[in-house]
Nanobody, 113 residues
Framework: QVQLVESGGGLVQPGGSLRLSCAAS????????MGWYRQAPGLQRELVAT???????NYADSVKGRFTISRDNAKNTVYLQMNSLKPEDTAVYYC???????WGQGTQVTVSS
């Protein structure tokens, strides 16, 4: 059974940093493109970043230069390093196995002073 478990969310001040992790199980992790998404209250879920099996990355314009997606295939884990956080980054962050209906449960990120 496929399982994705996010962690690392929390409350941070504007300008701060957080590192999210998503541990996958039940899949051959290394062959899949992985994605991070976020959903703020009252808004649709939106793509934040993706990383292919070969390590090719893609970012939403709103996070380019501030967020970095990476993966460790030995640990079946995808990461999202978030720097220079802004209040508008506040959302529940989810990881996903791209091209599938497999999502994690989400982790809350709140950026506030």
């Amino acid at each position: 059974q496929v399982q994705l478990v996010e962690s690392g969310g929390g409350l941070v001040q504007p300008g701060g940093s957080l590192r999210l992790s998503c541990a996958a199980s039940g899949i051959i992790f290394r062959i899949y493109t992985m994605g991070w998404y976020r959903q703020a209250p009252g808004l649709q879920r939106e793509l934040v970043a993706t990383i292919s099996s070969r390590g090719t990355t893609n970012y939403a314009d709103s996070v380019k230069g501030r967020f970095t997606i990476s993966r460790d295939n030995a640990k079946n884990t995808v990461y999202l390093q978030m720097n220079s956080l802004k209040p508008e980054d506040t959302a529940v962050y989810y990881c996903r196995i791209e091209g599938t209906a497999s999502w994690g449960q989400g982790t809350q990120v709140t950026v506030s002073s």
